[in-house]
């Protein structure tokens, strides 16, 4: 083989490989299965972790007096809860809870347009007048703001509902994993 070959074969091999790594890394998982006969068949599964909230993961803002409040966790892997509903036009208080590092501790809300540094100001003040979505600053992880005229009149149940019909609305992130991992 002429040297000239030898390294585009190499830089083949090399191609190879990296698509290979990418692939496991991003989600691409063996799964056993057990036949009827008793059998172990393996299976290759393409199916990648979702980012929609589970049905349960909903929490309702308190109100007290002129202002509502809810807590979220950091978990260095995102946030908990995944959807949060809030009164409109009422100053809301998100209060922080840091666990774990990642880069879910820089945080970017649209409401006020800038990157918040968590670990210097975990509580983070806005006056919510539409339903929007709070991610990480890489945009990896998120969660969302349901924001309704009267949260008196919140029916969990129903939002639980709308998430586990529609969990695309709910998307939380517009990727899982990658450069946004817990150290």
Do not use: W
Request: charged residues 15%; contains cysteine; aromatic residues 4%.
């Amino acid at each position: 083989m002429k040297k000239g070959h030898v390294g585009i074969a190499i830089i083949a091999l090399s191609v190879v490989l990296f698509v290979l790594v990418v692939v496991a890394v991003n989600g691409t998982e063996q799964a056993s299965a057990i036949t009827s006969e008793g059998n172990q068949d393996t299976a290759l599964s393409t199916e990648t972790t979702s980012t929609a909230p589970k049905a349960s993961d909903v929490t309702v803002a308190e109100v007290s007096g002129e202002t509502q409040s809810v807590t979220i966790n950091t978990t260095g892997a995102g946030y908990e809860p995944k959807v949060v509903v809030v009164q409109k036009g009422v100053p809301a208080s998100f209060e922080f809870n840091l666990q774990g590092r990642g880069c879910d501790q820089l945080i970017v809300f649209p409401q006020i347009n800038k990157e918040i540094d968590l670990t210097k100001n975990p509580v983070v003040m806005v006056t919510p007048t539409e339903d929007f979505q709070v991610s990480c600053s890489m945009g990896m992880y998120g969660f969302q703001v349901k924001v309704v005229d009267d949260i008196n009149a919140v029916d969990v149940n129903e939002i639980q509902n709308d998430i586990a019909n529609n969990p695309s609305l709910y998307s939380t992130s517009g990727n899982s994993g990658g450069c946004c991992s817990s150290n």
